[in-house]
């Protein structure tokens, strides 16, 4: 499940040929999720607060999702990491969901968030 449309025509460069790459305009609900019959689903969205907040929703459907980490994420957060604020949006901010998620993957993510305020979006994996 890819998160932004650009990425998501870019994707098979990042995560392989071996998925079935899905997109949809706005955000992923359950009512959605539902509909799909898999073995594998893998999560690869932007590695912000909305995205983990995508993650653990996916998650209650599909308990096994994994969400995409890239092997060189930490070298591509250090070169392309950008402010959590956005022009005219105000600051992102961690759900509950996500707060309290014991997830590591989320749990790392989240934390660094805090730590720096700032994020990765997946667009930098196709730099």
Known sequence: IVENLDS??????????NWL???TYGRVGKEWLQKISCREVLVFSDYDFVGLKEFLLVREVFPGARFFM????EALWVKYAKPLKKRDE???LATRR???????IVVSIREQLLRTGKFLEQQALFV
């Open 21 to 23: 790459l899905l997109h």
């Open 98 to 104: 996500v707060s309290e998620s014991q997830h590591p």
């Open 90 to 92: 105000g600051e992102q």
């Open 70 to 73: 890239p092997e060189h994420y």
């Open 8 to 17: 998501f025509l870019q994707a098979e460069k990042v995560v392989g040929t």
